[in-house]
């Protein structure tokens, strides 16, 4: 089955130390994204990449890193720079010459 | 810059009750307009889009929205509303072919009752 990745579901991790999220998508598209969404704030951008080994700052990036050293895989890290990092993630894909964003299932972040 | 307002934060219809929910944005050139959906815990699934052309959509679900240029309106309707139905309803405009930024509105939370 094609589609969008994203693990694990559920994560917690002491305050002062980095955590990974991983996205993967087997739907061959150029452009990934990362937003997070808080209650009552819809979804705000964090980064996005456009093609491998190239990415850029969303509306939120302070306190996050990415990297895109394959088309398949756009992993999230949230270092202890983020104030305030517990929230639900949501990594998206969106095709070349395609309109739409398709989003994966996302991975809730609990920081203790 | 652009930006999306969903003025109703929670709606509570009963089931098989009409549906409408209200959405406005503010973009600069001519937007492309998307509503999503989320189910608790959920990731986001696309219900219909506009770009261009006919300004009443249709989308999954039963769902259409209608395009009001002159109003900067994107609302979402559905005729008869099912307890499955109660989620989370995103609007989002920009994006487009060249990978352009996504802004998203606040959300409406729907509640069914049967």
């Known amino acids: 089955d094609g589609g969008i990745t994203q693990s694990p579901k559920y994560l917690f991790r002491k305050e002062g130390q980095n955590v990974t999220l991983s996205c993967e998508q087997n739907?061959?598209?150029?452009?990934m994204y990362w937003y997070r969404q808080d209650p009552g704030q819809g979804l705000r951008l964090i980064y996005y990449s456009q093609i491998v080994n190239d990415f850029q700052k969303g509306d939120i990036a302070e306190g996050y890193s990415v990297s895109r050293e394959k088309k398949e895989s756009f992993p999230l890290t949230v270092t202890s720079a983020q104030k305030n990092p517990t929230a639900f993630y949501l990594c998206?894909?969106?095709?070349?010459?395609?309109?739409?964003?398709?989003f994966g299932p996302g991975t809730r972040l609990t920081v203790l | 810059a652009q930006s999306v307002t969903q003025p109703d934060i929670h709606i509570t219809v009963s089931e098989g009750a009409s549906l409408e929910l209200r959405c406005n944005y503010s973009y600069g050139a001519t937007p492309y307009l998307f509503w999503y959906v989320q189910s608790p815990g959920q990731g986001l699934q696309l219900l219909l889009k506009?770009?261009?052309?006919?300004?009443l959509v249709q989308g999954i679900k039963g769902f259409e929205a209608e395009f009001k240029r002159s109003q900067s309106s994107f609302n979402l309707r559905k005729p008869s509303v099912h307890w499955s139905d109660a989620a989370e309803y995103f609007c989002?405009?920009?994006?487009?072919?060249?990978?352009?930024?996504?802004?998203f509105g606040q959300g409406t939370i729907l509640t069914v009752h049967p």
């Open positions: 506009y770009f261009s052309g006919d300004t």
């Open positions: 998206a894909s969106q095709g070349r010459n395609t309109d739409t964003q398709y």
């Open positions: 739907l061959n598209h150029d452009a």
């Open positions: 989002a405009v920009g994006g487009g072919t060249s990978y352009g930024k996504l802004t």
